[in-house]
């Protein structure tokens, strides 16, 4: 089955950037729908950002601060974070499906889950 390995988490000051990595095992291209989810101590897990095609969405708490980006050259799918705050703390995971993605966000849509990368943002 694929297997799908999440990078580039870290501790980072309120206002800084980061840029998430979810390598695949297998090609990325077969999938419908990949995102991005996160979920903080005591929290929900939630829907952060989704792409499927040419089409992306994103929770309205991270618009315009973050961007989701997929390359299927090269198995990967990223997501690009900045003016983060110390809210965006979570563990985030890499999810994929190969339904489809009529409503993105919802975490019960993916049957293919990374083990997450840790993101911290102190004030």
């Known amino acids: 089955q694929v297997q799908l390995v999440e990078s580039g988490g870290g501790s980072v000051q309120a206002a800084g950037s980061l840029r998430l990595s979810c390598l695949a095992s297998g090609y990325i291209g077969n999938y419908v729908c990949m995102g991005w989810f996160r979920q903080a101590p005591g929290k929900e897990r939630e829907g952060v950002a989704s792409?499927?095609?040419?089409?992306?969405y994103y929770a309205d708490s991270v618009k315009g601060r973050f961007t989701i980006l997929k390359d299927n050259a090269r198995n990967t799918l990223y997501l690009q974070m900045s003016s983060l705050k110390p809210e965006d703390t979570a563990m985030y995971y890499c999810?994929?499906?190969?339904?489809?993605?009529?409503?993105?966000?919802?975490?019960?849509?993916?049957?293919?889950w990374g083990q997450g990368t840790q993101v911290t943002v102190s004030s």
């Open positions: 792409i499927t095609g040419g089409t992306t």
């Open positions: 999810a994929a499906t190969t339904r489809g993605c009529l409503v993105p966000l919802v975490t019960n849509l993916y049957n293919v």
